[in-house]
Nanobody, 127 residues
Framework: QVQLVESGGGLVQAGASLRLSCAASGRTFSSGVMGWFRQAPGKEREFVAFDKWSARITSYADSVKGRFTISRDNAKNTVYLQMNSLKPEDTAVYYC????????????????????WGQGTQVTVSS
């Protein structure tokens, strides 16, 4: 059974940093894509970042570019999201997602291509 478990969320002040972790179990995703999405209260879930490890490609939403960094440790089957210079508008539940394969015909900035999802971790940024 595949599981993705996020951790590292919390309550911080604006300008602070947090590092989210997502530990995968049940299979590896070294050939696939791992991503982060978030959902703020009253809003739809939105793309944050993805990592295509085998292709050495990462991608970010414009709203987090330059502040967030996605990285992966395949030995630990874990993906991270380093979040710096946090803003109140970053407040959301953050979800980890994983796709078994990296399909060049699919866009991983959308939810559809992902096979597995975590339960989410809350990030709250106070002003």
């Amino acid at each position: 059974q595949v599981q993705l478990v996020e951790s590292g969320g919390g309550l911080v002040q604006a300008g602070a940093s947090l590092r989210l972790s997502c530990a995968a179990s049940g299979r590896t995703f070294s050939s696939g894509v791992m991503g982060w999405f978030r959902q703020a209260p009253g809003k739809e879930r939105e793309f944050v970042a993805f990592d295509k490890w085998s292709a050495r490609i990462t991608s970010y939403a414009d709203s987090v570019k330059g502040r967030f960094t996605i990285s992966r440790d395949n030995a630990k089957n874990t993906v991270y999201l380093q979040m710096n210079s946090l803003k109140p508008e970053d407040t959301a539940v953050y979800y980890c997602a994983a796709s078994v394969w990296n399909n060049a015909n699919r866009y991983y900035g959308e939810e559809g291509p992902y096979d597995y999802w975590g339960q989410g971790t809350q990030v709250t940024v106070s002003s």
